[in-house]
């Protein structure tokens, strides 16, 4: 079975500056998706960016960027210029490209931006 | 245009009552549905999907069960519940890509 792994539980950063999450996961598949979602104070889950396995081109929205190393099974974000409003628990999920399409999460980590 | 609905939103409820949380989705059909649980300040454990009219499958023992009446409609269910079924409930209809989470259910048991 698919295992996502986020180690750390809490992160802070101080506002404008540059702050990145890490994230790993175990799979033997070839076809994957990898997602970052922000869950703010509401409990909404909120896509931040995604990521097809089969693209080596890492993808970008605006502030964040993650990097994904396939060979590693390693896919960190990067938020760049933090602001308040990117405090948050962030949760890594992996979906495989296959089958009932369940997502699995890691298990969060608590960003904090310091003014 | 393609929404998720979940409720209610807060729910308390004694220990041994039972529990019924709705979740229905518009703007499609034959949507993958899935339940998952948040337990306080940890990750999203998902505990069923559904990918049809009365397709059912459980990730994970529990007390708890999930039914799925009608294509658009995926209901999370318990007869007794117990204490440690409190938590943060999220409905999920995920296609392709693209994943739509339900506003959520805090459940208190007490």
């Known amino acids: 079975a698919q295992t996502v792994t986020q180690s750390q539980p809490e992160m802070s950063v101080q506002e404008a500056e540059t702050v990145t999450l890490s994230c790993t996961y175990d799979?033997?598949?070839?076809?994957?998706?990898l997602f970052w979602y922000k869950q703010p104070p509401s409990r909404q889950m909120i896509l931040v960016i995604r990521?097809?396995?089969?693209?080596?081109q890492n993808a970008t929205e605006n502030r964040f960027s993650v990097n994904f190393q396939k060979a590693a099974k390693s896919f960190s974000l990067k938020i760049s210029d933090s602001q308040l409003g990117d405090a948050a628990m962030y949760f890594c999920?992996?979906?495989?490209?296959?089958?009932?399409?369940?997502?699995?999460f890691g298990q969060g980590t608590r960003l904090t931006i310091n003014p | 245009s393609q929404t998720i609905h979940q409720w209610p939103a807060t729910l308390v409820q004694p220990v041994g009552s039972p529990l019924s949380l709705e979740c229905t989705v518009e703007?499609?059909?034959?949507?993958?549905l899935y339940w998952y649980r948040q337990a306080a300040g940890r990750g999203l454990q998902l505990l069923f999907y559904?990918?049809?009219?009365?397709?059912i499958s459980s990730e994970v023992p529990q007390n708890l069960s999930a039914s799925r009446p009608q294509d658009r409609q995926f209901i999370l269910s318990s007869k007794k519940l117990l204490l440690s079924d409190s938590g943060f409930y999220l409905c999920?209809?995920?296609?392709?890509?693209?994943?739509?989470f339900g506003q959520g259910t805090r459940l208190t048991v007490v």
């Open positions: 999920a209809w995920i296609v392709h890509t693209e994943a739509f």
């Open positions: 799979t033997s598949e070839s076809d994957y998706y």
């Open positions: 990521q097809e396995a089969y693209k080596q």
């Open positions: 999920a992996y979906r495989s490209g296959r089958g009932a399409q369940k997502l699995v």
């Open positions: 703007g499609t059909s034959n949507p993958n």
């Open positions: 559904s990918v049809g009219i009365g397709q």
